[in-house]
């Protein structure tokens, strides 16, 4: 447009403008004249959120990794541009697909001054749930988007124009972020739209052959490996998935990300074999080996060995019975097996032993198994408030009087230091057979002096469930049996693999919990325990934290309106009246895991 043309254009515009936002929210005039739809829908889904285009400006998030892989394929195509963006007044921005900020390539020093004021830099949030119209639209509309000057909601991004693209995996299609061409207003041109799309198809170019590299690569391996057909090979990423025949007749119905995510884990964790609980009943001891790019992991091989005793809640009894488990507890996984050794060489001798680990992990349990469950006494500290000094000497001297058996002092770093000298003193008069106690694992770094604590000959440490997740499947069985669900409740493998994803805080007590209220809520009648049932909160994955009352309660909004929509995040985002962007947003937030079967 020519010099008056753009300044007719500006004020024409600027009177339409005024008239939308000016319009009663109930009230918005339709898409007409000079507002493009697209445009006129994002306003309009801004103005429905109550954001108010006079305060709305760039939001900062937090510091992002500068390491972001995205930015990292980005960069070198970038960089084969430099030469143009210094010699004009136009930054490129890279966000990811919620409209973060990674990084910013700026060379017109007045322009990235004006950018800095405005906090557009990494860590700044433009999602249009924050900041209203830009043409990050893009991600929405999935093509490329120009948004001049006006036409941003926010006032304060009016003397702006930004053309961006959204970058899409090449393989699996998902959305992974937008790259925007910026610059003042008055710098516009109709070149800026074709070569940020330029710049994207470069970028996804980039993506696809480091993509065939990683494939090549996680091929190479599984050749490497998959020596004798007769042994289960699986060589896996997040997105692919190479097996022989005898690892597809084993691993029938096992979801790939179950896999990949116990590699993962393992490849982090100890060294060795681990086992794991497959979906399907099987227990196979894995052998995993990581397969490496120079920048980033490319995947795993995993060398799977069929155990010779099924999973089932009947057997578990029969393995955890011998001498390689504890009485009466269930656990095969890698970090129990380590505890049950060392429990079970402290069993011949009779020195005093504390059992530490993270509450509701099973210390206690562990405790009483350590002394074959029999003759033991449990005392607990947190009761000795309460009593008072003398009330909980008292209760002490009264289980071990005249009493040949051991005693566990339940969470005994409770104790004052005061108490704890006293219960010592109680000790050394009345010694009970062995004494056992359980404590929090921070005891470790504790630096009040505890004499009863320090008394203790040996420390069992009992691992946090996050830590022995092979394990979810056989605990919840067994917790299903005592609730009463014995041979009528059954929980389907997508249920106990969603619930594989959650990190447990309360560890096997929540697991209890869980398990008692559904088996409950099936009031006496046969069940089949499908992601369904499961509560909004454990349907979180990653998020690994509880969620609040109010958050259970935006989750199950969520939940239930993508239900009705099908899984369909349009409709949903729709019918709950916040664009699909929220939807995203606060779908991470909350930590909901959209990749399982939920609708
Ligand atoms: N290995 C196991 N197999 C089956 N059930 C277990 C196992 N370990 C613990 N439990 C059960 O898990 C629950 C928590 O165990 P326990 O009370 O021993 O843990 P804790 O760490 O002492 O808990 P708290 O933090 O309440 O003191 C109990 O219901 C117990 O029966």
């Known amino acids: ?148 000057g006006p036409e941003h909601y926010s006032d304060r991004l009016r003397d ?56 090549q690569q996680l091929f190479d391996a599984y050749t490497r490996h998959n020596r004798d057909a007769r042994h289960p090979v699986v060589a896996l990423d997040s997105s692919t998935i190479i097996t022989n025949a005898a690892a597809a007749r084993l691993l029938s119905g096992v979801d790939q990300s179950m896999l990949w995510e116990h590699a993962r884990r393992t490849l982090v964790g100890p060294s060795g074999p681990s086992t794991l609980t497959l979906p399907n009943g099987h227990v196979v001891s894995v052998d995993c080996r990581a397969v490496s790019d120079d920048e980033d992991d490319a995947g795993a091989v995993l060398l799977i060995t069929r155990r010779a005793v099924p999973s089932t809640v009947d057997d578990t009894c029969a393995i955890t019975g011998t001498e390689r488990g ?53 005392l607990d500290a947190a009761d000795a408030a309460s009593r008072g000094r003398r009330g909980w000497c008292r209760a002490l001297e009264a289980e071990l009087d005249g009493v040949d058996a051991s005693l566990v002092i339940r969470h005994v770093d409770l104790l004052d230091p005061a108490l704890a000298q006293a219960t010592l003193a109680t000790l050394r008069r ?65 249920a106990i693999q969603t619930l594989s994803r959650v990190d447990w805080p309360g560890n096997l007590n929540s697991v209890d919990a869980l398990v008692r209220r559904l088996v409950a809520d099936t009031a006496g009648g046969r069940r089949r325990i499908t992601v369904e049932h499961l509560p909004p909160e454990y349907l979180a994955r990653g998020a690994r934290r509880p969620l609040a009352t109010l958050e259970q309660t935006e989750a199950t909004a969520i939940l239930n309106a993508l239900r009705a929509a099908g899984g369909n995040k349009n409709q949903a985002a729709l019918a709950l009246g916040i664009a699909r962007s929220t939807l995203y947003r606060k779908v991470r937030a909350l930590g909901l895991d959209l990749t399982t079967t939920v609708y």
């Open 160 to 215: 702006f124009t930004c053309a961006s693209a959204p970058i899409v995996h090449p393989i699996n299609r998902r959305l992974l972020g937008s790259i925007s061409l910026v610059c003042r207003l008055r710098d516009t041109a109709p070149v800026m739209l074709p070569w940020v799309t330029e710049i994207v198809a470069a970028v996804e170019e980039g993506l696809r052959l480091r993509s065939a590299r990683r494939e």
């Open 326 to 378: 504890l009485p009466r507890l269930t656990g095969r996984s890698q970090h129990w097996q380590a505890l049950c050794q060392q429990v079970i060489a402290l069993r011949g001798v009779r020195s005093s032993v504390l059992v530490t680990g993270e509450p509701g992990t099973g210390r206690l349990s562990v405790a009483q198994a350590l002394q074959g469950w029999q003759d033991v006494r449990v």
């Open 1 to 148: 447009m020519a010099g008056d043309e753009v300044v007719r254009w500006l004020r024409a515009f600027s009177r339409a403008r005024d008239e939308f936002l000016s319009s009663s929210v109930t009230r918005l005039p339709p898409p007409a004249g000079l507002i493009r739809p697209t445009v006129h829908a994002s306003w309009r889904r801004s103005r429905l959120q109550g954001l108010d285009p006079d305060e709305v400006e760039p939001h900062h998030l937090d510091d992002v990794d500068s390491d972001h892989y995205l930015a990292r394929a980005v960069a070198p195509v970038v960089n084969r541009r430099e030469v143009a963006l210094e010699h004009g007044a136009y930054a490129l921005v890279l966000t990811d697909r919620d409209g973060r900020l990674l990084h910013r390539w700026v060379k017109a020093p007045r322009l990235a001054e004006a950018m800095d004021a405005l906090g557009v830099a990494p860590g700044t949030t433009m999602d249009e749930s924050v900041v209203g119209t830009t043409a990050l639209v893009t991600m929405l509309t999935g093509s490329p988007e120009m948004i001049r």
């Open 430 to 494: 009345v010694p009970p057979a062995r004494l056992l106690a359980t404590a929090d694992r921070s005891i470790h770094g504790t630096s009040r002096p505890n004499a009863l604590l320090d008394s203790f000959a040996a420390v069992v440490e009992v691992p946090p469930l996050r830590d022995r997740l092979d394990d979810l499947h056989d605990l919840v069985a067994a917790f299903t049996d005592r609730a009463g669900g014995r041979g009528r409740v059954e929980w389907t493998p997508e």
